[in-house]
């Protein structure tokens, strides 16, 4: 991989010159493995946008800034909500909606990701008790979080002191949290599993996934990354993806589930392949706790506060 500058009208010191060309190669390491990439008026604004992120971040108060949203994922052979995902949403006071993709890798970089993570989980806590009790939490962790055997205790101890079920959480990861210690990382997983927690490998598909690897692990779900999903109505090669995915989730015995699922279409067809448990904008965004809250039978759940659509929708 090879990172590009090129001098332009204004000039630029030597410094900068080489931190864009660090920029570039970053960029071609972690998107376009293998080729050269010259860095551009859009990296410039990422650039931008990240100098800033990090500023707010250090002065921000999590507890009061940071929120989390609820979004359903959904068993359609029943028609059940089965779980909602907790996704981080920060609204800074100076910089607006700030998306998660900008601000959770910041906090990464800046060490603050722990503390994060424990705020983000007390307030997912706090709205799973207003929950049926069939309806479990889905959490994700960041590398740094699986790294840390203190945030882990401390999630731990948190689940005592609410008194919630281990069982109705399920850890989300990435193999990257994975990649660079393997053997502490699944020691970690092991230890969240002994709790009675589950664990979910996301983003399935678009990282450095060998079948190998995923069997060493104490996986309970797999999910696959939305962007198999969105071929799959129209995509054969997408389609079969999804199929061998889904094969493999059989033969480990693990839930599998499916991603950014948008459309009636793509839903028909995921069930004709055998998926049973979506999640994705078809049967609803992240949305707070307070707009899932409106109604207290759990069987009136899974209609109310999300758009199931009235009927179920089989292949
Ligand atoms: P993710 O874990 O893969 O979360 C799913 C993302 O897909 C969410 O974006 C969600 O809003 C979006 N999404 C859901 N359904 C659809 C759909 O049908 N179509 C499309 N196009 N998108 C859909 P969001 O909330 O912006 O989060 C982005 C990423 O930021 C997450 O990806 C996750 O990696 C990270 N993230 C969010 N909250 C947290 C958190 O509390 N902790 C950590 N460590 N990471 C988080
Ligand atoms: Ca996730
Ligand atoms: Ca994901």
Known sequence: SIGLVAQ????LTQDQLLERADYALYNAKAHHRGTAVLFSTEHESAIRIQILTEQQLRQVDFASEMTVQFQPIVDVGRNKIVAYEALARWQSP???????IHFIPAAERMGLINQLTEVL????????KTWPDEIDLSFNL???DIASGDLLARLAQMLETTGVSAKRIIFEITETALMHDFEQGRDRLLGLKALGAKIALDDFGTGYSSLHYVH????????????FVAGVATDQASRDIVRSI????R?????CVVEGVETAEQVIVLRSLGCTTMQGYFFGGAVSNVALVHTSGASEWAAAPVRLKGRPVSA
């Open 251 to 255: 033969n480990l015995k693990i839930t």
């Open 94 to 100: 100076v910089l607006g909606s700030v998306k998660p």
């Open 246 to 249: 889904l094969d493999l989730c």
């Open 216 to 227: 060493r692990l104490p996986l309970d779900k797999i999910k696959i990354d939305r962007e």
């Open 121 to 128: 989980f007390a307030k997912a806590l706090a709205a799973l």
């Open 8 to 11: 332009t009208d204004q000039p």
């Open 142 to 144: 960041s590398v740094r």
